[in-house]
């Protein structure tokens, strides 16, 4: 089992910036593949950003790229979300995912561990 725990939401203005922090607890960290899903109201709930069990390599949903960042500190496990020029499109409860495979997981199925999230609310 690996207990995920969000923290790092809140209210910010358009073109801000927000840093998410998940920090898992359970089993072995180092070995799990993280990413960040969002779900906005009556929204699916979607992917964000993914990394692999290394760090080596990360991915970005179109709607974020070149805004956010996923980072990881296997020492301190912990995975982050650097989220930057916010829009109000991005509102939504951020939820920390870990899977069982090393590799980035970017479909709900693939994940094997929530955490509860945190809210995100960015005013226009």
């Known amino acids: 089992q690996v207990q995920l725990v969000e923290s790092g939401g809140g209210l910010v203005q358009a073109g801000g910036s927000l840093r998410l922090s998940c920090a898992a607890s359970?089993?072995?960290?180092?070995?799990?593949?993280m990413a960040w899903f969002r779900q906005a109201p009556g929204k699916e709930r979607e992917f964000v950003a993914g990394?692999?069990?290394?760090?080596?390599?990360?991915y970005y949903a179109d709607s974020v790229k070149g805004r956010f960042a996923i980072s990881r500190d296997n020492a301190k496990n912990t995975v982050y979300l650097q989220m930057n020029s916010l829009k109000p499109e991005d509102t939504a409860v951020y939820h920390c995912?870990?899977?069982?495979?090393?590799?980035?997981?970017?479909?709900?199925?693939?994940?094997?561990?929530w955490g509860q999230g945190t809210q995100v609310t960015v005013s226009s």
């Open positions: 995912a870990a899977a069982l495979s090393r590799y980035i997981v970017t479909a709900i199925r693939g994940i094997d561990f």
């Open positions: 359970g089993r072995t960290f180092s070995s799990n593949a």
């Open positions: 990394i692999t069990w290394s760090g080596s390599s990360t």
